[in-house]
């Protein structure tokens, strides 16, 4: 298994500012991701988040609103940046250990955008 | 990865066995069939998976038909824990895929008492 850290829990931001969301795996971990869930929504992939390289961004989402980092095997970054209303949503980070294996999911980042 | 269609809500009382259909007619042979759930409020949560064969384990059990085109999560005495949202998802864990994960709407699993 695998325990997941995500840092903040909920946070509201006024729009225009960035919010940097962390996550913290309790082991290494093979891949991991990030998701967007909108209010009352199924989640949407955004990126997969590659050590020491640039992440891969899913269709409609891009670096520049979305960065994203990897320094090692256990941790990572999301930055929604330059925010808007719109982007009102739970922010989860999943890990993947190996290949035909489950993913685990953090308890995601509640975000309000004001 | 294949689509998958789902109802969108289920009512089961509770004790009694919730059965939640998935179609996947559109599976390829290398794709795996993935059960999650997402409780109210928390992050998605791993159930099983399977292939071709049935499968059970300490939370549910899965059917999957001969034909691979359909399949359904057994949960065998549904508790008032087990309202969630549930999600089924044809994934191909192989060379060259990364295990990122396509949700679809999934079904609301409403346990009553």
Known sequence: SAVISQKPSRDICQRGTSLTIQCQVDSQVTMMFWYRQQPGQSLTLIATANQGSEATYESGFVIDKFPISRPNLTFSTLTVSNMSPEDSSIYLCSVVKGVRTEAFFGQGTRLTVV | ?113
């Not at chain 2, 109210?40 to 939370?59: A, V």
């Not at chain 2, 359909?70 to 044809?90: E, F, G, K, M, N």
């Open chain 2, 1 to 113: 990865d294949a689509k998958t269609t789902q109802p969108p809500s289920m009512d089961c009382a509770e004790g009694r066995a919730a059965n939640l259909p998935c179609n996947h007619s559109t599976i390829s042979g290398n794709e795996y069939v993935y059960w999650y759930r997402q409780i109210h409020s928390q992050g998605p949560q791993y159930i099983i998976h399977g292939l071709k064969n049935n499968e059970t384990n300490e939370m549910a059990s899965l059917i999957i038909t001969e034909d691979r085109k359909s399949s359904t999560l057994i949960l065998p005495h549904a508790t008032l824990r087990d309202t969630a949202v549930y999600y089924c998802i044809a994934d191909h864990h192989g060379s060259g895929n990364t295990g990122k994960l396509i949700f679809g709407q999934g079904t609301t699993l409403q346990v009553k008492p």
